[in-house]
């Protein structure tokens, strides 16, 4: 059974950091693509960004480059989303997925964790 829980959401002040977490498990995690999504409340979901599955190549939504980071950690199973110069328009529930293919859209990953709330407050 293929699990994806996120963590590290919470409330911030605009301008502060959050560093999300992302437990993979029953899943050979080397062999997937690895995204971050977002959806706001009334807003249709949204990419943030991904990363390859060995050499750490990345991808990120225009809004959040150059203030987000995604990483990943094969041997512990793990993918990240360092997130500095939040804004309040980065307020949403923040989704890690899972995908065979190197892509930017939501149905290109086939797993997906329940979701993290992160609040930022202006």
């Known amino acids: 059974q293929v699990q994806l829980v996120e963590s590290g959401g919470g409330l911030v002040q605009a301008g502060g950091s959050l560093r999300l977490s992302c437990a993979a498990s029953?899943?050979?995690?080397?062999?997937?693509?690895m995204g971050w999504f977002r959806q706001a409340p009334g807003k249709e979901r949204e990419f943030v960004a991904r990363?390859?599955?060995?050499?750490?190549?990345?991808d990120y939504a225009d809004f959040v480059k150059g203030r987000f980071t995604i990483s990943r950690d094969n041997a512990k199973n793990m993918v990240y989303l360092q997130m500095n110069s939040l804004k309040p328009e980065d307020t949403a529930v923040y989704y890690c997925?899972?995908?065979?293919?190197?892509?930017?859209?939501?149905?290109?990953?086939?797993?997906w964790g329940q979701g993290t709330q992160v609040t930022v407050s202006s």
């Open positions: 997925a899972a995908g065979l293919v190197a892509t930017t859209g939501g149905n290109g990953y086939r797993y």
């Open positions: 029953g899943l050979l995690f080397n062999n997937y693509v």
């Open positions: 990363i390859s599955r060995s050499l750490g190549v990345t």
